[in-house]
């Protein structure tokens, strides 16, 4: 799996988009780019995944760039809730395990 | 919502005792995961299952762990001589296919502490 870069921390206001940057510059065609958060130290929980267009869904959208180098994770309306590490995976192989780094610590500001 | 559930949620053991962690993967996956989190570390993947057969380890998984689906329900991982260093939050994960393009789920964990 190629390697990802993300911020180790950033805050949001309470209501405000959060918008979570990821680098994935060495990132191979078929390489899917995934999203998980865990909250405190519960198991990781599964947000979204695209390959190259753009997605949406009930939780969250995922802006990736034409080149395919980056991508932003987007929390349209942040909660308290949504307070977590969030962890941004370039993956290859289906059957193979995901490769977590140390993601990005959201903090959501009342 | 199907989820995947693990059991215990806490197990405490003896160093060089043997554990047993469960989990019951969601209905209709055909993947199965596990790995762990050591306090204040990144989750690292250990082993994936399909088709009753390892499908791949990482080096964490050596000779002391073992997985197995006993019954078509349950996955379980064991741990046959504990070390104080296997002390760690341990998930399972299952996913309906094996292709990149699907997703994993995750359980909410067994935290396991070896003394």
């Known amino acids: 799996d190629a390697k990802t870069t993300q911020p180790p921390s950033m805050d949001c206001a309470e209501g405000r988009a959060a918008n979570l940057p990821c680098n994935h510059s060495t990132i191979s065609g078929n390489e899917y780019v995934y999203w998980y958060r865990q909250i405190h130290s519960q198991g990781p929980q599964y947000i979204i995944h695209g390959l190259k267009n753009n997605e949406t869904n009930e939780m969250a959208s995922l802006i990736i760039t034409e080149d395919r180098k980056s991508s932003t994770l987007i929390l349209p309306h942040a909660t308290l809730r949504d307070t977590a590490v969030y962890y941004c995976?370039?993956?290859?192989?289906?059957?193979?395990?995901?490769?977590f780094g140390k993601g990005t610590h959201l903090i959501i500001q009342p | 919502e199907p989820e995947v559930t693990q059991t215990p949620s806490h197990q405490v053991t003896q160093m060089g005792q043997e554990v047993i962690l469960r989990c019951v993967p969601i209905?209709?996956?055909?993947?199965f995961y596990w790995y762990r989190q050591i306090l204040g570390q990144k989750v690292e993947f250990l082993v994936s299952?399909?088709?009753?057969?390892?499908?791949?380890k990482s080096e964490i998984f050596d000779d002391q762990f073992s997985v197995e689906r006993p019954d078509g329900s349950n996955f379980t991982l064991k741990i046959r001589s504990t070390k104080l260093e296997d002390s760690a939050m341990y998930f399972c994960?299952?996913?309906?296919?094996?292709?990149?393009?699907?997703?994993?789920?995750f359980g909410q964990g067994t935290r396991l502490t070896v003394v």
């Open positions: 995976i370039a993956r290859e192989g289906g059957a193979d395990g995901l490769t």
């Open positions: 994960a299952s996913s309906r296919t094996g292709y990149m393009n699907t997703e994993a789920f």
């Open positions: 299952f399909y088709n009753n057969e390892i499908s791949e």
């Open positions: 209905s209709n996956h055909l993947y």
